[in-house]
């Protein structure tokens, strides 16, 4: 049998063979022994955008919910019983103060007048009477005709007829007064209500009187509303305690169906205390409703204001995150590093958010990309304009409370 010429490989020269392939892909060993690792590359800047921290001269406003009443309201009674001859108006029409708006049979409160008038009659000649006795008396005293417990008697007549007559006097006022009931007229002028006692109904006084109508004053009228407790405590600050300079602050109003706030008006007082409960104290403010718009009950939205212009530092707001129960923004630095720094907000003023504390004018702040950064790290600045376009001047965007702003 031939022999085959085919080289054997030991054992041990694979095993040789297999341990260079894997020292060739395994990771370079140094000559102390410690592996090398190849370095990370750096992570690549992030593009965001940037704008500086805007300064500007601004009269800062505050937004509340009001509501509109009447100066005067008066609930019309009878001030006289009787029935109901005559109704004067028709439904919601405006009335001058003394317009005619009932009329209360008049006929019983003629007779008693004529009864009262007759009575004084009888009374004035008495009186007469009494006076022609006692200078006759007196005449006759002088004479020494009749004695002192004479004339004593018609002194005393005179005086009891006198105060008869003025007793008289007083019933036939009475009786006049109650005959001029019996016409019920608008104590002021304004809107009146429907009539809620028709014709031929009977109507007593007391304290059971029925109500007759309304009456509500239409020009001016009050808007009252509540402020918080720091709002106020802002404007005492400015020289407003109690009702001192009130009618300085700066009010206007708008209606559910009116853009903006239309409607000037003034503060005219504050309450004397605050809510303990809603930690607010009430407001109440004169506007003039020559048109008529303005009715009691209606829903206001009001918006109040420091009078005097101050500087406030501006930014978007797409700049603030929110980081549980804090408000912050990202500060680019010179080298293009970005830091956490927590702010302190206010309201919206031409679509830029007012800031009260934790920013410097011209600093620069992350306005977009702020969910792809963190603290420290390195960003590529884009520079770009605070954007004043995001809201306008009338939207309420609150920092804590219903508040919006204007530029001067």
């Known amino acids: 049998m031939k022999t085959s010429t085919t080289p054997r490989f030991s054992r041990s020269a694979i095993a040789i063979a297999v341990g260079v392939l894997l020292i060739v892909g395994a990771t370079t060993i140094s000559l102390t022994g410690r592996a090398e690792k190849t370095p990370a590359a750096a992570p690549a800047a992030v593009s965001v955008t940037v704008a500086s921290v805007l300064e500007r001269s601004v009269t800062e406003w505050d937004d509340f919910s009001g509501r509109v009443e009447a100066v005067e309201r008066v609930e019309i009674r009878p001030r006289v019983s009787g029935t109901i001859d005559a109704v004067h108006f028709q439904d919601g029409q405006l009335v001058k103060k003394g317009a005619l708006l009932f009329t209360i049979d008049p006929r019983p409160y003629k007779a008693e007048l004529a009864r009262a008038e007759a009575a ?22 002088e004479e020494r005709a009749v004695a002192q417990r004479e004339l004593d008697t018609r002194e005393n007549a005179m005086q009891e007829a006198d105060a008869n007559l003025k ?18 007229t608008a104590p002021v002028s304004g809107r009146v209500s429907r009539a809620e006692i028709t014709v031929g109904n009977l109507v007593a006084t007391g304290p059971t009187a029925p109500t007759l109508t309304t009456v509500v004053s239409v020009s001016p009228v009050y808007v009252n509303f509540e402020i918080d407790e720091p709002t106020y405590i802002r404007y005492a600050g400015n020289g407003t305690v109690g009702n001192s300079g009130v009618s300085k602050i700066p009010v206007s109003i708008g209606l559910t169906s009116e853009e903006g706030y239309p409607r000037n008006g003034n503060v005219k007082s504050f309450d004397n205390r605050l809510d303990t409960g809603s930690g607010t104290i009430r407001v109440r403010a004169v506007f003039n409703n020559e048109d008529g718009t303005l009715t009691p009950g209606m829903y206001a939205r009001v918006r109040t204001g420091d009078a005097n212009a101050k500087n406030a530092l501006l930014i978007d707001d797409k700049a603030v995150g929110t980081d549980q129960d804090k408000k912050y923004v990202m500060v680019v630095s010179a080298d293009n590093k970005v830091t956490y720094r927590p702010v302190s907000l206010g309201p919206i003023v031409d679509g830029l958010r007012i800031v009260r504390s934790g920013l410097q004018k011209d600093e620069r702040i992350v306005v977009n990309g702020l969910q792809r950064i963190r603290p420290n790290d390195t960003v590529t600045p884009e520079v770009v304009k605070m954007d004043a376009r995001v809201a306008s001047a009338n939207t309420v965007k609150p920092a804590g409370q219903a508040a919006s702003s204007a530029v001067n």
Request: zero cysteines; glycine letters at 2%; proline letters at 0%.
């Open 167 to 184: 007793a008289t006097d007083a019933a036939v006022l009475t009786a006049r007064l109650n005959l001029q009931y019996t016409e019920i």
């Open 120 to 141: 004084r009659a009888g009374a004035q000649a008495r009186l007469a009477l009494a006076k022609t006795e006692l200078e006759r008396t007196k005449r006759l005293l």
